[in-house]
């Protein structure tokens, strides 16, 4: 394939956008739930989303689809209900259900696609994530957290725990020393996956995807399924581009299965999950996303 200065210049500036994006999300979010740990008792968010409870299955993927993040902003958020003490299947649902189901996602859809494929896709996302939550934490799954994930961040030296003139710093400054450290901690992993999903979505033209996953493809399902995870897109392209790739001669199961690959599990994801989870647990979430694109994608191939 010939290199072309285009090429180059969409892969910088791609990864400069979600450098800039994912950096000020991260800060955000993870301030935003300090801010919550700090007013909401850990105690009433474990018993909330408690995996004892059934309810607690449906209130995470509800909470999963109100929420407008994308798969790598949902890293934070759970951080933060890991640290609560969440119950480990509720919090596997809204790790699946957030970036799957968010409104932006669910809009565009509708305006797309349409209601009754948009009323597919949000059914078979709410159901294989709850599905998939109770089924890791019934198999054992959350023995493959990092013990290090609970601990809060050390609170060393005085630029944390106190002022220049010795007097203890507000809550707001605490909270934000935390959210720093956390920060500085994923800030390797989130930079590897942000070069790598530039470079992926700099050289990799959408004609070549289109061709691959044809509808005379047999395989083209799977191929997009597989071919979505390290293309990152964000909530807010994903659908124009699926529509795009379907007018070039993709599939529409293909692209159904293109749309969960790379909403569900970026590359991104993929690396930053690896600061909170062991590989068999790494292994877990993609075979879950993947089963759930393939699936969709042959079963929306089939009805539509």
């Known amino acids: 394939m010939k290199i072309t200065q285009q090429m180059v210049f969409d892969t910088l500036n791609m990864f400069a956008f979600l450098a800039v994006e994912l950096t000020l999300l991260f800060l955000l979010i993870s301030y935003f739930v300090g801010v919550l740990q700090e007013y909401i008792p850990p105690s009433k968010i474990k018993n909330i989303l408690s995996s004892k409870n059934g309810k607690g299955y449906i209130i995470a993927a509800f909470l ?29 649902v809204f790790l699946f259900a957030s970036p ?32 998939a939550g109770y089924l890791l934490e019934q198999f054992g799954f959350e023995k493959y957290i990092k013990p290090e994930v609970y601990m809060a961040p050390e609170n060393k030296g005085c630029a944390i725990s106190c002022s220049s003139k010795g007097k203890p710093v507000g809550k707001w400054l605490r909270i934000w020393n935390s959210t720093w450290l956390d920060f500085k901690k994923v800030l390797p992993y989130l930079v590897g996956g942000i070069a790598l999903g530039s470079i992926i979505y700099g050289f990799m033209p959408t004609e070549f995807v289109a061709r691959v996953a044809s509808e005379n493809n047999p395989f083209a399902v799977p191929i997009a399924a597989v071919i979505g995870i390290p293309l990152y897109i964000r909530a807010e392209a994903v659908i124009p581009l699926s529509a795009a790739l379907a007018a070039k001669g993709m599939g529409l ?4 299965a293109l749309i969960i690959g790379s909403a ?5 994801e993929v690396i930053l999950l690896k600061s909170l989870f062991k590989n068999q647990m790494i292994i877990a979430f993609l075979t879950v996303i993947l089963s759930m694109a393939v699936g969709a994608g042959y079963l929306y191939s089939t009805i539509f």
Not at 64 to 89: D, E, N, V, W
Not at 112 to 127: L, N, Q, R
């Open 64 to 92: 999963g689809a109100i929420t407008p993040f994308c798969s790598c902003s949902t890293i934070p958020f759970l951080k933060g209900l890991l640290r609560a003490k969440a119950g480990f299947g509720t919090m596997m």
């Open 264 to 268: 569900g599990a970026s590359l991104t």
């Open 100 to 131: 799957l189901l968010n409104p932006i996602i669910i809009g565009l859809f509708a305006v797309t696609f349409g209601v009754k494929v948009t009323a597919f896709y949000f059914i078979v996302a709410m159901s294989v994530s709850i599905i």
């Open 253 to 256: 199961g293909a692209v159904m």
